[in-house]
C-alpha cells in the first residue's frame, strides 16, 4: 500500500492512495498562494495599477519591465495569475479509479486532473460539496474571464474550468469500488457537506482525516467515533491560525464592524462565497439589533451570491441539529433568509448594473476573493483604501493579509486581521487521535515541527507515538500495512459438507477442498463437482496422459501415537505377536506373525509391510490416534 | 437452514394501516405503522396484540422503520410507541421526520376534536415518540446494531418516501414502502441497486393496471378541468396536503399560465403554505429539473394558486378547489362534496386510489345516493371522474423493480387479493421466482441459504491464485485446498502448515514402505537408472529425480534398488512414500 503526496500544502491536500488494486485519489486542492505574486485584476480601468514602473535589474542586464512590474516597493507579475496546481508527474493520473472529495475548497484543481490526464473515473463528493464546489469554480472562472489580461500564464487555462464539472460526478455515499474496497463519508463539521472519507475492506481500514471541525457552527458535528480502529489514518486540513481563536475573533470583528460603521466609514469584508460567511451573516442577525446597525445596508458581491445563499437553506441533512429542527418547522434554516426578506441583506452578481445604482454609504460589503487580486474586491480596494474611515476586516485565513495588501500600498484603510479557521488545532488533533488511537498516522511535514514563525512553540505540532509519518510534496510513503486476510464466502452445500472435529477446547478444524471462483475481486469456495462420465470416445484410443485429476490431497497429521493405546487396538484386531523394542527417540513394533515393523516415534510413524490389506488396515489404526488438518 | 419470517399486521391483502413485522438472523423489524381510513374503530390500528398480549414492544422489536408520511404507514406510530409502549429506535428519513408530526397532529384533531373521540393520543405523545426517531439519509448504512444494518433508498411517491434494505449478515429483505417507477413533475423515479434480496417485500396497488402514459392523463385531466370551468361549473379535487396536490398544482399553474385562464384555483386549509415550504426546504428530494432551477424559479411557489377561505364555496361562477382529504372520509372535501353534490354542472376528480368504506370509494363504484350522518341521503349529480394521480409503480412498474433488485423471492403487500393473486402469476412465470402474499397475521417462511463469510489467509489466497495465472479467471475455477479453524465466532481458512503453526501443533509423518521383487539381469545401478527411465516417459508432469546416492524419488515417494542375497538376478525394490503421497504409484507401476 503506497501514498503518492501531490500536493506540499497541509490545507489544500491532493494524494493518491494504492489500495489492494484501487487507486484513489483524496481531494485535489488547488494552490492558489501564488496568485499574491501577481498584480490584481481591476474591473474598471486603473490608472495607477496601469502606469506602474516595469522592473529592470539594478545593473540594468536584465529587463524584464513589460512583465515585472514594481509596485509599493515589490516587483509583481503582470499577468494572469497562476496557481500552484497538483504534481502531475509523479504517477499516471489515468490510472486513477476514483476521487474522493472532502469539502468544497479542496476540489478547485479537479477540471486539471479530470480534463487533461486521460482520467477514466468517477469523482465522488457529497451533494452540498458538489453543488457549492461547482458554484465555487464558476465564481473563479468568472473573475478571470471579465478582466481578460493580454498576457495569458501558461498553466492557468481557464476555459477548462468552464467545461468543468467532468460528467462522471456522483453523489457520495456508501459505495464499493471494484468489490474490493468500501468507500464512505463521515461527516467532518467543518463547511456544508464536508466530509473525511473511511477507505476500508474486511481486514483493512484507512481513514481520511480532511478540514474537520469540533466547533458547533452551521454544519453537522463531526463524527468521531467511526474513526475508531484504523490501521493508517491520513491527517490533513488542521487550523492555518493555530494561535486564534474563532469565538474571540468573530467578536472582534463585529466590535470593528460596529464601530466603523458608527464613524460613518464603510467596511469591507473579502471573504469566500461560501463557509464562514454563513455564520458572519448569522452573527451579524443577532449583532445588528443590539448594535443599532438596522439601517446599514449589508452586500453581499458575487456572481454565486444568490445561488450559495439558496443552495445553503435546502440541506438540511448536512446541518446541525439546531438548524435540522428549524427545517422541521418549516423555516429556513439560516437567519439570513429574513435579512433578505426585510432588505437588510442585498445581494448582486457584480458591481455593475443594480448595485451602481441602490448602493449606499456607510455599508458593509463582502465580496471575494480573498486574496485581493481579482473579483469585485479589488473594486473597493482602490475605492475606499483612502480614506482612514474605512476598515477592512480579513477573516479568511488562507492568505497573508500583509501580503494581500502589498500591491495597495500605501493604504489609509484601517486593517483589522480576525482570521476564523474553525478546523482542528493541534490540542484538538491530539485528543481525537488518543480515542480513535489509529495504529498508524500519516500526515504532512509542516504538523510535526512547530510553525517556523513560533519555533519555541512545542505545543503547535503532532507529537504522537509512535511517531507521524511525515510527507511533502513529491513523497511516496509505503504505508506499513501488512494484510494477512481476506474474506471469502464459503457457499451453504460446500458448508454443509465439511467434517469439522475438535482439536483442543473451543477449536475445531476441518479440512477444505473446494474450488475457488474469484469475480469482482470476491471469492467463492463451493463443492468439487464429481467428474461426470467418461463419454465413450469413438475416436482411436489415446493414452491419456494429462496428469490426473487432482484427487483431494490427504489431510496432515498431528499429535503422537501412544504405544499401550495402539498395542491394545493390535490386539483387538488380531495382532497379538508384537515384540516392542525401546530405541533413542520412541519404540520399534515388530509384528512377528505378519513380518511388519511399526516405528513409533514423537512426530512420526513408519510402518514397513508388504501387504497391502494389512498397511491399509494398520494406517487406519494409526490414523485413529492423530488429528487431521 | 437459517429462515426469514414475514407477517403482515396491516396491509396484508389489503391497503391501509400498512404494518409488516420481519424476522431476520434473529432481529425483529416492524416495517411502517399506519392506520385503516375505512374503519372508525379497533380495526382502525394494526393489532400489536400479536406481537406480545401483554406489556409493552420494546423488547420484541430491534427497530421500527417508517417508509413515508402517508398515515396509512405512520398513523398508528404515536399509539403504537406511547399507548401500547415501544422505546427503541425508529427510522424516517429528513423529510418524513418533518411531515409526520404534522399530518398526525391534523389526524388527531378531526378525530379528538371533530368526532369526539376520546382515548385517543395526545399532540404531546406525537411530540414524545417524534423525540425516538432517528433521521435517516438516502444510501447511508445505517447500522442499528452490530449485526444489523439498513440503507435508504429514494423511492418518489411522496416527498421523502424511502425504500429500506435490511441486512443481518448476508441475509436481506427489501421493503419498498409506496414508489413510483416513472418520474412525475416534482418528483423523480424510484431507484434500488442490484441487491439480491433473499425477499423483496413489494406494495401492489396498481397491480393489475398498465396506466398509459402519464401525458395522456394529464392531458385529460386539463381536458376535463377545462371543460368544467368553461360552463361555469366547479371542480373539486380532493387531495391530501402533500403529496398530489403539489403535482396537481404545478400541472394546474403551467395550464392557467400558457392559457391564460382567470378563474380562481384554491388550496384549501392551512396546511398549503407550510406544505410548499416542505417541498422548498427539502428540495433536494424533488426530481432533477426542479432542483437544477429553483434558484431562478421556485417550482412551489404558486401564482394562480391562492388560500381557500371556507365562505368562498358559495360564491358564484367558476372556481378549482383542492381540499383534504383525499379520500372525500371528513374534513373540508366532505363538506365541500355536500355542498355541491347536488348540481351537474359540477365536477369531482379524484385523482387517487379510495379505500373501501370511504365516500370517495363508493361514488366511484357508481353509487348515486349516499347516505349521510343523521339518515339523511345525498343525491350525488355531478360529476364524478377518477384519474389515476397517485404515484404507485403499475405491474410494468413493479416488473422493473425485479428486474432491478434481483429478489430470491417476492412478496406482495399493499393491494387487494384479486389483483395480487394476477401478478402473483404474472411474476412466478416471468421470473421464476416464489411470491407469496399473506393475510393479515398469517406468515410466511421463507429458508434462505446464505453463504458462510470467512477469512482467508492472504498467503494461501494468493498461492491458489497464482495457479492459475497472473489474473483471476472466472470461467477458470481452481481447485484449493486448506484447513478451517473454528475458534470462538471466527472462521479462519488457512494452509495446513499454517493451521499447525497456529494451533501450536507439531507434524505428525507417516510413512510406508515395502518391497517389490522383480527380476532384472542389470546391475542394481543400471536397473535403477531403467526405472528412473521409464518413469520418466510414464508419468508426466511430475517431479522425478535421479539422486546420485542411487534412489530416485518421485514427489514424495523413494525408490531404492538392491539385490537379492540369493540370486543376482532378482532385484529388491524397496518403496517408500509418505501418507500425503497422491500418486498411487504401485498401482502405475504394475
Not at chain 1, 547 to 557: E, G, R, Y
Not at chain 2, 209 to 217: A, E, G, H, Y
Amino acid at each position: 500500500m503506497k501514498l503518492y503526496c501531490l500536493s506540499g500544502h497541509p490545507t489544500l491536500p491532493c494524494n493518491v492512495l494504492k489500495f489492494k488494486s484501487t487507486t484513489i485519489m483524496l481531494d485535489c486542492g488547488l494552490d492558489t498562494t501564488s496568485v499574491l505574486n501577481f498584480l490584481p485584476l481591476p474591473l474598471v480601468h486603473s490608472p495607477r495599477l496601469s502606469k506602474l514602473p516595469g522592473w529592470v535589474s539594478k545593473d540594468g542586464t536584465i529587463n524584464l519591465e513589460k512583465e515585472l512590474k514594481e509596485c509599493a516597493g515589490r516587483v509583481f507579475v503582470d499577468a494572469q495569475p497562476e496557481f500552484c496546481l497538483p504534481e502531475r508527474e509523479l504517477l499516471d493520473l489515468s490510472t486513477i479509479d476514483v476521487i474522493l472529495i472532502s469539502n468544497y475548497h479542496c476540489m478547485m484543481a479537479l477540471p486539471y486532473i479530470t480534463e487533461h490526464t486521460g482520467f477514466t473515473g468517477t469523482v465522488y463528493a457529497t451533494e452540498p460539496t458538489l453543488q457549492i464546489g461547482r458554484l465555487l469554480m464558476e465564481e473563479l472562472v468568472n473573475f478571470m474571464e471579465r478582466v481578460p489580461k493580454a498576457q495569458s500564464a501558461t498553466s492557468w487555462k481557464n476555459k477548462e474550468i468552464q467545461r468543468m464539472l467532468p460528467g462522471p460526478l456522483k453523489d457520495a455515499v456508501d459505495k464499493e469500488l471494484f468489490g474490493a474496497v468500501q468507500v464512505s463519508p463521515l461527516s467532518s463539521g467543518y463547511s456544508l457537506g464536508s466530509s473525511n472519507w473511511i477507505i476500508q475492506s474486511h481486514h483493512e481500514k484507512v481513514s481520511y482525516v480532511s478540514g474537520s471541525s469540533l466547533l458547533t457552527t452551521h454544519p453537522q458535528p463531526m463524527d468521531q467515533s467511526s474513526l475508531k480502529n484504523s490501521d493508517v489514518l491520513i491527517l490533513t486540513g488542521l487550523t492555518q491560525m493555530p494561535t486564534a481563536n474563532p469565538d474571540g475573533m468573530l467578536g472582534e470583528f463585529c466590535s470593528n464592524l460596529a464601530m466603523t460603521i458608527r464613524a460613518g466609514g464603510n467596511v469591507l469584508v473579502p471573504c469566500y462565497s461560501s463557509g464562514v460567511i454563513y455564520d458572519l451573516l448569522e452573527c451579524l442577525y443577532q449583532f445588528i439589533e443590539s448594535a443599532n446597525l438596522g439601517t446599514t445596508p449589508f452586500y453581499f458581491i458575487s456572481p454565486i451570491a444568490n445561488s450559495s445563499l439558496e443552495f445553503s437553506q435546502i440541506f438540511a441533512e448536512w446541518l446541525c441539529h439546531n438548524k435540522q429542527t428549524k427545517v422541521y418547522l418549516p423555516e429556513p434554516p439560516f437567519p439570513h433568509a429574513e435579512l433578505i426578506q426585510t432588505n437588510k441583506l442585498k445581494h448582486y452578481p457584480s458591481i455593475h448594473g443594480d448595485f451602481s445604482s441602490e448602493f449606499r454609504q456607510p455599508c458593509v460589503v463582502f465580496t471575494g476573493h480573498p486574496s485581493l487580486r481579482f473579483g469585485d474586491v479589488v473594486h473597493f480596494m482602490e475605492l475606499w483604501g483612502k480614506s482612514s474611515l474605512n476598515t477592512i476586516i480579513f477573516t479568511e485565513p488562507d492568505f497573508s493579509y500583509l501580503d494581500a495588501l502589498a500591491p495597495y500600498q500605501p493604504l489609509a484603510m484601517k486593517c483589522v486581521y480576525c482570521p476564523i479557521d474553525t478546523r482542528l488545532n493541534f490540542h484538538q488533533v491530539s485528543k481525537l487521535l488518543k480515542e480513535v488511537q489509529p495504529l498508524h498516522v500519516v500526515c504532512p511535514e509542516q504538523y510535526t515541527q512547530p510553525p517556523l514563525t513560533q519555533s519555541h512553540r512545542s505545543d503547535l505540532m503532532l507529537e504522537l507515538q509512535p511517531p507521524p509519518m511525515p510527507y511533502r510534496r513529491c513523497s511516496v510513503l509505503n504505508l506499513p500495512f501488512r494484510r494477512r486476510y481476506e474474506r471469502i464466502y464459503i457457499l451453504p452445500e460446500l458448508a454443509n459438507s465439511l467434517v469439522p472435529s475438535e482439536i483442543k477446547p473451543g477449536v475445531s478444524v476441518a479440512t477444505v477442498s473446494a474450488l475457488l471462483h474469484s469475480k469482482d475481486n470476491k471469492h467463492t469456495l463451493q463443492s468439487v463437482p464429481k467428474p461426470p462420465p467418461m463419454p465413450p470416445s469413438k475416436k482411436r484410443k489415446r493414452v491419456i496422459e494429462e496428469p490426473p485429476v487432482a484427487l483431494a490431497p490427504k489431510p496432515m497429521l498431528s499429535g503422537a501415537v501412544a504405544l499401550e493405546a495402539f498395542l491394545a487396538t493390535l490386539q483387538k484386531h488380531g495382532i497379538t505377536e508384537v515384540k516392542v523394542e525401546e530405541t533413542a527417540d520412541g519404540h520399534i513394533l515388530h509384528l512377528q506373525a505378519e513380518d511388519t515393523l511399526i516405528q513409533l516415534e514423537e512426530d512420526g510413524t513408519h510402518i514397513v509391510c508388504d501387504s497391502e490389506p494389512l498397511r491399509t488396515t494398520l494406517r487406519d489404526l494409526v490414523l485413529r490416534f492423530l488429528q487431521k488438518l | 437452514m437459517p429462515e426469514i419470517k414475514v407477517t403482515p399486521l396491516g396491509a396484508g391483502q389489503d391497503v391501509g394501516r400498512s404494518c409488516i413485522l420481519v424476522s431476520i438472523g434473529g432481529k425483529n423489524i416492524m416495517l411502517d405503522c399506519g392506520m385503516h381510513m375505512g374503519y372508525n374503530d379497533d380495526r382502525r390500528f394494526p393489532d400489536f396484540s400479536y406481537i406480545t398480549q401483554n406489556g409493552r414492544l420494546t423488547d420484541f422489536l430491534d427497530c421500527l422503520i417508517i417508509s413515508h408520511f402517508h398515515l396509512d404507514h405512520c398513523g398508528a406510530l404515536p399509539y403504537m410507541s406511547e399507548m401500547v409502549g415501544y422505546d427503541g429506535p425508529i427510522y424516517m428519513t429528513h423529510p418524513t421526520k418533518a411531515i409526520c408530526p404534522i399530518l398526525l397532529e391534523d389526524f388527531r384533531k378531526i378525530t379528538v376534536d371533530k368526532k369526539g373521540e376520546t382515548n385517543f393520543f395526545t399532540s404531546q405523545m406525537i411530540k414524545d415518540c417524534m423525540k425516538k426517531v432517528i433521521p435517516l439519509n438516502l444510501h447511508q448504512t445505517v447500522q442499528v446494531d452490530d449485526e444489523l444494518e439498513i440503507k435508504a433508498y429514494y423511492a418518489g411517491h411522496v416527498l421523502g418516501a424511502a425504500m429500506v434494505h435490511i441486512k443481518v449478515g448476508s441475509e436481506s429483505v427489501v421493503y419498498t414502502g409506496d414508489y413510483n417507477m416513472t418520474p412525475d413533475r416534482h418528483l423523480g423515479a424510484a431507484w434500488i441497486d442490484k441487491c439480491r434480496p433473499d425477499i423483496l417485500i413489494s406494495e401492489s396497488t396498481y397491480a393489475t393496471t398498465i396506466r398509459d402514459s402519464k401525458r395522456c392523463r394529464e392531458r385529460d385531466f386539463l381536458k376535463k378541468v377545462h371543460e368544467s370551468i368553461e360552463r361555469g361549473g366547479k371542480v373539486l379535487i380532493p387531495v391530501f396536503a402533500l403529496g398530489r396536490a403539489q403535482e396537481l398544482c404545478i400541472l394546474l399553474e403551467t395550464f392557467w399560465e400558457r392559457m391564460n385562464l382567470k378563474a380562481p384555483i384554491y388550496f384549501s386549509t392551512g396546511l398549503t403554505e407550510k406544505a410548499n415550504h416542505y417541498y422548498k426546504l427539502f428540495i433536494t428530494w424533488t426530481n432533477q429539473k426542479i432542483r437544477k432551477t429553483f434558484v431562478q424559479r421556485n417550482m412551489f411557489e404558486f401564482k394562480h394558486i391562492k388560500a381557500f377561505d371556507r365562505s368562498y364555496a358559495d360564491n358564484p361562477g367558476p372556481m378549482v378547489v383542492f381540499a383534504t382529504p383525499g379520500m372525500l372520509h371528513a374534513g373540508q372535501s366532505l363538506q365541500i362534496f355536500k355542498k355541491w353534490a347536488g348540481n351537474e354542472k359540477n365536477m369531482v376528480i379524484m385523482p387517487g386510489y379510495c379505500v373501501q368504506g370511504t365516500i370517495g370509494h363508493k361514488i366511484l363504484n357508481g353509487q348515486r345516493k349516499l347516505e349521510m350522518e343523521g339518515r339523511a341521503t345525498l343525491d350525488v349529480k355531478l360529476q364524478v371522474e377518477y384519474m389515476s394521480f397517485s404515484a404507485h409503480a403499475d405491474a410494468k412498474g413493479i416488473m422493473q423493480l425485479i428486474r432491478m433488485a434481483e429478489p430470491r423471492n417476492m412478496l406482495l403487500v399493499h393491494g387487494e387479493a384479486v389483483k395480487m393473486e394476477f401478478l402473483k402469476g404474472k411474476i412466478e412465470q416471468e421470473f421464476s421466482i416464489d411470491c407469496y402474499m399473506p393475510a393479515n397475521g398469517e406468515t410466511t417462511t421463507v429458508t434462505t441459504n446464505p453463504s458462510v463469510p470467512v477469512d482467508i489467509s492472504l498467503n494461501l489466497l494468493k498461492r491458489e491464485m497464482a495457479l492459475g495465472g497472473p489474473l483471476p479467471d472466472p470461467k477458470k475455477p481452481r481447485t484449493m485446498h486448506g484447513t478451517l479453524i473454528m475458534k470462538e465466532n471466527s472462521l479462519k481458512l488457512v494452509s495446513s502448515e499454517q493451521a499447525l503453526k497456529e494451533l501450536g501443533l507439531n507434524e505428525h509423518q507417516l510413512r510406508f514402505t515395502c518391497h517389490v521383487q522383480l527380476q532384472d539381469p542389470h546391475s542394481d545401478a543400471d536397473t535403477l537408472h531403467r526405472i528412473y527411465t521409464h518413469l520418466k516417459s510414464v508419468l508426466k508432469g511430475y517431479t522425478i529425480q535421479h539422486l546420485p546416492d542411487g534412489t530416485v524419488i518421485v514427489e514424495s515417494i523413494v525408490i531404492k534398488v538392491s539385490s537379492s542375497a540369493e540370486d543376482s538376478n532378482t532385484k529388491v525394490l524397496l518403496l517408500s512414500w509418505s501418507y500425503q503421497e497422491v500418486l498411487n504409484i504401485l498401482k502405475r507401476s504394475k
